[in-house]
Every structure is written in C-alpha cells, then in structure tokens.
C-alpha cells in the first residue's frame, strides 16, 4: 500500500529564501510528527500533530519555522529566512493515534540544503 | 537527557547473528522498547517493540532484562543490507519518539 511521501526530496535554496516542504501521510493515519536530521546526527523532533491540532510545538528551533495541517491529512512545513543551519534532511512520520503500539511510518524525507 | 545509551559502532560478519546492546536503566514501568534502523538515505523503519517479554517477527528478535534496564536486538542472520544505524527508543504511550545516535552496524562480506 501507499506509504508516507515527501515532496520535494532535494530543495537547494537560497540564504533568506522561504521554504515549504510537504508531507502526505498514510491515509486514515490521525497523528503525523516532523523531524529532521542534519549530517551525521540523530534524528530531531520538530512537532506532531494530532489531527489538525499540533499539541506540542516545543521542538520548533525558532519562530522562522512553522507548521500546519489540514483536512486531518496534507502537512506543511514552512522554514522562513532559511539559514545555512537550516540544511538537513526533514522527515515526515505517521502513525495511528489510539493504539497502544503507534508505529510511526516514515517518509524518505526532503533534502533541504541552502546555500 | 538521553533515555538510551548505544554503542557508536558495531561490525558483524556477514551471515552471522547481530547482537545489538542497549542500556535504559531510568526506564519506567510504562514505557516501551522499541527498535528502528535508518538505511542510508532513507527514512527510519520500524522493527520492533516489546515491553517485558522477549519478541520476535520476521526481521528480528528483542531480548528484555528482567529487570527492564537493558535489551538486546538480534538480527539472526545479518545481510550486507542489514548495514544501517540502529536507534533503540524508550517511550510510553502517547509521548513522541525521540531517536539519538545509534548504532552504526556494517555488515562485512
């Protein structure tokens, strides 16, 4: 079946430039997370949401990073004034919400580089 | 404060059994063990979970502490693309994962 997916994979931009990645989870899944990874390190949690709510925001780096979504289904990430701290790949899970396990399905993520 | 510690790097011969450790003595009595592995370029997958008991699917076996504070996931038989980092998580329901660094494991021909 269908899993997660990402789009775009790769994103080279520019210093200053906003950014807006994409995430469509698997269909009936209620809970999607972001994470990302820069080079060589562990995974980051950036937010979740449960729904269309995200609960916890605490992961969000800055104010220049923000996240929605909506019809309980697409998600965006939105990077504003990228820097070059910004770079890393942003992976995209989801899971179901309500039962015990929560198995979180990953998408093969956005390369997201800035230059 | 990181729940896990791993070990940064582990070799296994091809063919042979994978024994990757990981220890969690803060763990508490409603969390889970769980196991994902990241392929190179690609996005975690799930292997296994398990709470007290031992488990095995398809892909592996966790082998739990009776006292909780350590498991151990085995890969019987490792394949060159059993080469990958192995994270080992401890959560409860309802709190997000978090992954640190894993394992590295390189399966050698």
């Known amino acids: 079946g269908a899993g997660v997916s990402q789009s775009p994979s790769n994103k080279v931009t520019e210093k200053g430039k906003d950014v807006e990645l994409r995430c469509d989870p698997i269909?009936?899944?209620?809970?999607l997370y972001w994470y990302r990874q820069s080079l060589g390190q562990g995974l980051e949690f950036l937010i979740y949401?449960?729904?269309?709510?995200?609960?916890?925001k605490s992961g969000l780096p800055s104010d220049r990073f923000s996240a929605e979504r909506t019809g309980g289904s697409v998600s965006t990430l939105t990077i504003q004034r990228t820097q070059q701290e910004d770079s890393a790949v942003y992976l995209c899970a989801s899971s179901l919400w309500g039962t015990p396990f929560q198995e979180q399905y990953f998408g093969p993520g956005t390369r997201l580089t800035v230059t | 404060d990181a729940k896990t510690t791993q070990p940064t790097s582990m070799d296994c011969a091809e063919g042979r059994a994978a024994n990757l450790p990981c220890n969690h003595s803060t763990i508490s009595g409603n969390e889970y063990v769980y196991w994902y592995r990241q392929i190179h370029s690609q996005g975690p997958q799930y292997i296994i979970h398990?709470?007290?008991n031992n488990e095995t699917n398809e892909m592996a076996s966790l082998i739990i502490t009776e006292d909780r504070k350590s498991s151990t996931l085995i890969l019987p038989h490792a394949t060159l693309r059993d080469t990958a980092v192995y994270y080992c998580?401890?959560?409860?329901?309802?709190?997000?994962?978090?992954f640190g660094p894993g394992t590295r494991l390189s399966v050698l021909p």
């Open positions: 998580i401890v959560r409860a329901y309802g709190q997000n994962f978090v």
């Open positions: 398990g709470l007290k």
């Open positions: 949401f449960q729904g269309n709510s995200a609960p916890d």
């Open positions: 269909s009936g899944h209620t809970a």
